[in-house]
């Protein structure tokens, strides 16, 4: 029935109403906290394409993960920028590398956060690339035996979830039987399922130095036009044991987000990424926008699209406000 009879504006008269007949909440709970950590790094270094992220020290990363843990954000997920980079990222797998150690730190001084881990090559490579390079290509299987070493090595340190996001073909088959070999058959992978080659990782490749110095990363992440074959990518991980999946990033693939969510009965990651990140601090620096209202209404779009856990760089922000 529609209008004299239906008034669609009785039940938002009041914010009580509203509160009453609200269908989402974002809660802190939901949030998890990207941290990038530089070997060597003698304090705190702003990024400066990300206004309020910085680059910690291990020493650092783990003050922040007390303050972080203390706003009630249950998860960080490490970012480790090496020292020193080679072809086969030879730093990633390291048990005195810097995620590696990191880990460690972290896991000593506070005890009830959950510690995710990137496993990737990109950070750790000189040519930028996700995998071994041969030639001008990615060569998957050997960089395959790269990840499962890395996310053991990870597990080894005392992480308690791992995140493959370089977007090999098998990688997640190979890191769980990696961990089932070696004693972490209870340890969960978290899946960058779903990543597609997105302009919008500009800023995080600035604070991690990982532009690919030749070609781009087409080849291996996803066309951004394609949502079918998203969903094949995530069946695929499922298959190969994940036990969460990602989409990456959020605001542009919510449709992926909510198809995912229709079809799959695990949790559900999106990752709003840096670009997101810097959009909206941008505009709002300039007066354009309002920066929280904004950063709210993103984060609440990703929790209405089906998103479990949102990965945010303004998780630490946020959870204080929601406190
Ligand atoms: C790759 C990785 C990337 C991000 C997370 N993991 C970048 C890439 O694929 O180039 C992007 C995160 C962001 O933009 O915030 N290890």
Partial sequence: MGFPTTRMRRLRSS??????????????????LPLFIVEGLAQREPVASMPGVFRFSVREAVDECKRVRDLGVPAVILFGIPQQKDARGSGADRASGIVQESVAAIRGAVDDLCIITDVCLCEYTDHGHCGIVDGESVDNDPSVERLAAIALSHARAG????????????????????????????LPILSYAAKYASAFYGPFRDAVESTPQFGDRRSYQMDPPNRREALREMQLDLDEGADALMVKPALSYLDVLAEARRRFDVPLAAYQVSGEYAMIQAAAQNGWIDGERAMHEALVSIKRAGADWILSYAAADVAARLR
């Fill in 15 to 32: 914010e009580t109403l509203r509160r009453m007949v609200r269908e989402h909440e974002l809660t802190r709970d939901d949030l998890v």
């Fill in 159 to 186: 992480a308690h979830m791992v995140a493959p996001s370089d977007m090999m073909d098998g990688r997640v088959a190979a890191i769980r039987s990696a961990l089932d070999a070696n004693g972490f058959e209870n």
